[in-house]
């Protein structure tokens, strides 16, 4: 028996703290209930709710909401070298991790404390301090909508881009996404310390062979210095994209300001958005409830009764304010509705 809530407010479970309601609302624990839903109505009446932590809630959604809440971890394949685990889309990313760290598990240390649920990690291609999730992903499983069927997509099939893959783009709406593999490392495990101030950080520690744990402790206190907890101050950890930028737009911008870049193999430039949002002296800024965190300033945060769209005006407004001072156009990270 499907339990249907009517006029159900969202607001818990969405990270920004938005409080718009949902015109019906269905959590499944099971694949057969999401099937089940699936079945009974059209792809067109359903809105697919995961952890909540990528997307920025501008209205009622007047359509049936599905929150995908399947749990289970299990390991699937496993050698001297490698383990391969099969989670369910409504594991807590964050507490997977852990789950990966307290089983010496090695590849996702780096993504610690990311809010989210591993069913939505790959729509993003989720990443942080020099990892992303396809370095580690194997297959993910997902329903189509219209025609029912459990289709499963490698790598290659995922199309993953920078913060991006066929079920932000070309698949948009057309899956949902069941389960997520992993190929971890048990042993000689390939970490990642050059990227952010890991390295800094180990080195103030005086740890000289650090273990994935010591990496993700790192991480953790790293994040934790910078970003707000959604469960105290609303918000969806990065709100925009760090743009990447031409050869010869970075020779004009690097003649007139000091840049933090990361030069890439193609001959681009990626500039840390935070940078370019507090160059323009906007850390802290506040509108009403919606404001740019004081000490990142790559994170929107809703002081309590900032709507969808005070958020919404106050990244529009940044926008603005980035363009008229460096021509980069920044792309919103997060999904807007």
Known sequence: MINIKKDFS???????????????????????????????????????????????????IN??????????????????????????????????????????YGGLENLSLIPGNVGTSPIQNIG????????????????????LNTVKFNKADCEFGYRQSVFKNKYKSQFIITNVCF???????????????????????????????DISDVVIDIRSSKLPN?????????????????????EQLQQKFDLKYYPLASGDYKIPAGWLIDQCQLKGYRQGDAAVHKQQALVLVNHGNASGHDILNLAKYIQAQVFNTFNIKLEPEVNIY
């Open 10 to 60: 969202l607001k818990t479970l969405n990270t920004f703290g938005i409080d718009v309601k949902a015109k019906q609302f269905i959590s499944v624990t099971k694949q057969d209930e999401l099937l089940e839903i699936l079945r009974r109505f059209y792809a067109s009446e359903l809105f697919i709710l995961g952890g909540g932590s990528n997307m920025l809630l501008t209205k009622d």
């Open 230 to 250: 959604p469960k105290e101050l609303g918000n969806s950890g990065s709100f925009f994209k760090n743009p990447i930028i031409s050869a010869q737009h970075f």
């Open 128 to 147: 942080a301090y020099g990892v992303e999730l396809k370095d580690n992903f194997e297959f993910c499983e997902a329903i189509n909508v219209q025609t």
């Open 183 to 213: 190929k971890l490392t048990k042993r000689k495990h390939n970490l990642h310390l050059d990227y952010g101030a890991i390295k800094t950080v180990l080195d103030q520690k005086n740890i000289q062979n650090p273990s994935i744990k």
């Open 63 to 104: 359509k049936t909401v599905v929150h995908v809440n399947l749990k289970g971890i299990e390991t699937v394949q496993e050698d001297e070298n490698h383990i391969w685990l099969n989670v369910q889309a409504g594991e807590n990313w964050h507490e997977f991790v852990l789950y990966c760290i307290e089983n010496n």
